[in-house]
């Protein structure tokens, strides 16, 4: 079983984060600027088994597409011609606030929380999450 990659897909930045090779339980991996993101991952796929790629879509409290909505769906496109690996939805609304309360819980520094990055591939490893609870 290969492990499943959780991206936060930004127009600046996109986190990333990975479960364990078990599927079982996904942790922050990184934060890539957006343009170097598919050989990022291209990188990744060489060193480890991928099975998936689950990836964050915004949508407004009604179900509506965000700004950012296009922009991750053109990211997902890309995806499909680089990987051969299938691509999931997960919905993203509030990870970024969840992200920050989960720092804040967790005793991060004001400092460590105000670089955008880790709140990133926090808010990856949240959507990740949520997709691997969802198939249970």
């Not at 689950?54 to 509506?64: E, W, Y």
């Not at 967790?106 to 990133?120: A, M, S």
Request: glycine share 6%; charged share 25%; hydrophobic share 35%.
């Amino acid at each position: 079983m290969g492990r499943l990659v959780g991206i936060d897909y930004g127009l600046k930045r996109v986190g990333i984060a990975v479960t364990d090779p078990l599927q079982i339980i996904a942790t922050p991996l990184e934060t890539i600027p957006t343009s170097q993101v598919i050989n990022y991952l291209k990188q990744y796929c060489q060193n480890e088994t991928v099975d998936a790629f689950v990836v964050g879509l915004p949508r407004k409290l009604d179900n509506s597409d965000t700004h950012a909505t296009q922009p991750a769906k053109t990211f997902a496109k890309q995806l499909k011609k680089q990987f051969t690996q299938p691509i999931y939805w997960e919905d993203e609304r509030f990870t970024s606030k969840m992200a920050l309360d989960a720092m804040i819980a967790g005793g991060t520094t004001k400092k460590y929380r105000r670089e955008k990055g880790n709140i990133d591939k926090v808010s990856a490893t949240i959507i990740l999450q949520s997709y691997l609870e969802s198939k249970v």
